[in-house]
């Protein structure tokens, strides 16, 4: 099984809703990311986990919370979110070990209205 | 910092053409170097990679080699098909600061239109 599963994949949201992606593997990574990708851009790094524990923020706003209950998943909770937050939201896996790649899912495409 | 520089697209070439994507990068460490590919409403795809000065990656037809003294890694296919329509990312892996943790940057893309 070499898949990461996101859902869902299309996500409307007004801007006082709270709602959460999910990203799940089952390959043994240890290391997991949340990239945001807007439109005809590359993915930027927001988050990575290692071993369940943050170990990288890249300066996120706080209205996005990461959460690693285990292993092999990975959320983000949206809350308070604006337009200009309207993207694809990629998560990646990896293992923790040098000149490995990584691993990504299809994507949440989020609305924000 | 890390960074990856890749041609500006789109690239159109007709169907059986040859393909060059340049990507040329800058990194303080060893890093190793990616080629993702991204269909229309999809997720990234790794095409393929190098982990040290002189390998060559290949797949499905696509070949880059890891060139330190240029710091290039430049995709190449030697003819196109319409299905190769996509956009193409160049990356390397690097340590994140001083985290000692590793994650992917990534070039701007190049968008591949490939015509019958």
């Known amino acids: 099984d070499t898949e990461v599963t996101q859902t869902p994949k299309h996500l409307v949201m007004g801007m006082t809703n709270k709602k959460s992606l999910k990203c799940e593997q089952h390959m043994g990574h240890r290391a997991m990311y949340w990239y945001k990708q807007k439109a005809k851009k590359p993915p930027e790094l927001m988050f990575v986990?290692?071993?369940?524990?943050?170990?990288i923020n890249e300066s996120v706003p706080s209205r996005f919370s990461p959460e690693c209950p285990n292993s092999s998943l990975l959320n983000l909770h949206l809350h308070a979110l604006q337009p200009e937050d309207s993207a694809l939201y990629l998560c990646a896996s990896s293992l923790l070990r040098l000149n490995t790649e990584a691993f990504f899912g299809q994507g949440t495409r989020l609305t924000v209205v | 910092g890390n960074s990856v520089t890749q041609m500006e697209g789109p690239v159109t070439l007709s169907e059986e053409a040859f393909l060059t994507i340049n990507c040329t990068y800058t990194?303080?460490?060893?890093?190793?170097l990616f080629w993702y590919v991204q269909y229309p409403g999809e997720g990234l795809q790794l095409l393929l990679k190098?982990?040290?000065?002189?390998d060559k990656g290949s797949n499905k037809g696509f070949e880059a080699t890891y060139r330190k003294e240029t710091t290039s890694f430049h995709l190449e296919k030697g003819s196109v098909q319409v299905s190769d329509s996509a956009v193409y990312f160049c990356?390397?892996?690097?340590?994140?600061?001083?985290?000692?943790?590793?994650?992917?940057?990534f070039g701007s893309g190049t968008r591949l239109q490939v015509q019958p």
């Open positions: 986990y290692s071993y369940e524990k943050l170990s």
């Open positions: 990194a303080t460490g060893y890093p190793s």
């Open positions: 190098a982990t040290k000065a002189d």
């Open positions: 990356a390397l892996s690097d340590r994140i600061k001083d985290t000692g943790r590793r994650a992917l940057t």
